[in-house]
């Protein structure tokens, strides 16, 4: 694995940051306080081919590797976190099952439009009753003369107020468990598919995270991701790479509050000296330094293994769970570092410590990466 970053790669980091710096940071204060998806940053970044990062050009994607994939994550996450996990949505979890798993014909309708960036797409599996344990799905689907009859409900589904399509897992067969999930592109607009309210959240507000409900919903059978019965694996082979990109939302988050945490050091005087000369201090950001490069090789090495092609489930949830854990004690730390200050909106950080403590839960929580890391450790060695 080379550490250093191709000149193409630097080219995307240098393009992005400027586009975050310009274009996403002075709406990021806006956004958290109104919770208004941002649809006109999102045009603007499809316009950059941040829709589709490590998508084929053929397929409407930018052809970039997924290296550079959490490089664009982890750059939009620095100044907005909202913004960071609403294209990590629309690129990993959405567009690239529909990549994998979807024939030609599905490929033209529910992947290029979305690749494009003209058309939201949003991950549905979650349920009321079921989060860690996917397998529990109680949205059920009858075939029925070609058409899929669904019922039941989603939770906190990002995108999901907004998107055009959804990816819905549901249960075909309740009998054979998770044998019997099937994977169901749904379209905004189907009779029977409504959407819920929105999640009144801790933090990453702008992010149209909504309940989606079903109730005699007729879907093609056209629309089916992959055979019946094989959504769950197209579920866990997905989250594979949405954990590459909360990983680098993670980073990001923890990046860009350590940047201001220092810059306040050296501005904020106490007892005749900038705070920065004070050891406490120092060694705060000492620590905070070296957990965002240590998450950051993770993090590229979990998209550097999934471009080998070789599976890289261990390596995505190590990296899940060291960044999100770090993004927790670094923003906690900026925060510590701004004293009083940082306890007030008027400072990025205190929304930057509300936005990191959702990446220790959405895409698998920290325990279930635990699991998930000790089954791959007791099959390795």
């Known amino acids: 694995m080379n550490l250093d970053l191709s000149e193409e790669q630097k080219l995307l980091q240098r393009t992005v940051r400027e586009f975050a710096e310009s274009e996403v940071k002075p709406l990021a204060r806006e956004l958290d306080e109104s919770g208004q ?13 941040l829709t589709a990062v490590a998508l084929p050009e053929s397929e409407g994607g930018a052809g970039f590797d997924h290296v550079s994939y959490s490089i664009v994550i982890e750059e939009i996450s620095r100044v907005c976190a909202s913004t960071g996990v609403i294209l990590s949505v629309q690129n990993s979890l959405y567009c690239d099952p529909i990549h994998r798993y979807g024939t030609s014909e599905q490929k033209a309708k529910f992947l290029g439009p ?134 680098a939302q993670a980073v990001g988050i923890a990046q860009g509050a350590f940047e201001l945490a220092l810059a306040y050091a050296r501005e904020r005087q106490a007892f005749g000296h900038p705070i920065a000369d004070f050891q406490a201090i120092q060694f705060m950001l000492a620590d905070m330094a070296t ?4 998450a ?15 599976r890289f489930t261990t390596e995505a949830s190590i990296a899940k769970l060291f960044a999100s854990e770090l993004a927790t004690r670094v923003t906690h730390k900026a925060m510590q570092i701004h004293g009083g200050n940082g306890y007030s909106r ?14 220790e839960i959405y895409e698998g929580t920290s325990e279930i990466q635990r699991l998930v890391i000790a089954a791959g450790v007791l099959k390795r060695y």
Not at 37 to 49: S, V, Y
Not at 291 to 294: R, S, V
């Open 346 to 359: 008027e400072y990025a950080v205190e929304r930057m410590y509300r936005d990191a403590r959702i990446t």
């Open 291 to 294: 957990e965002i490069d240590a």
């Open 114 to 247: 979305f690749a494009r960036g003209e058309k939201i797409g949003c991950y549905a599996l979650t349920e009321p009753q079921a989060g860690s344990n996917a397998a529990a799905l109680a949205t059920k689907a009858v075939l029925k003369g070609g058409r899929y009859i669904v019922n039941g409900a989603k939770a906190w589904i990002t995108n999901g107020a907004v998107a055009d399509a959804a990816l819905v897992y549901v249960n075909t067969d309740p009998a054979k468990g998770e044998k019997g999930i099937t994977a169901l592109v749904i379209e905004r607009g189907t009779a029977g598919f409504k959407i819920g309210k929105e999640e009144k959240k801790l933090g990453i507000h702008a992010t149209a995270c909504a309940e989606l409900s079903f109730a005699d919903c007729e879907v093609p059978a056209a629309n089916r991701i992959g055979n019946e019965g094989e959504g769950y694996k197209v579920a866990l082979s997905t989250l594979d790479g949405g954990r590459i990109g909360i990983a």
């Open 37 to 49: 998806f941002p649809r006109e940053t999102f045009r603007k970044a499809a316009d950059l081919g």
């Open 296 to 310: 950051r090789l993770l993090v590229r090495k979990a998209a550097w293994k999934q471009d080998t092609g070789a």
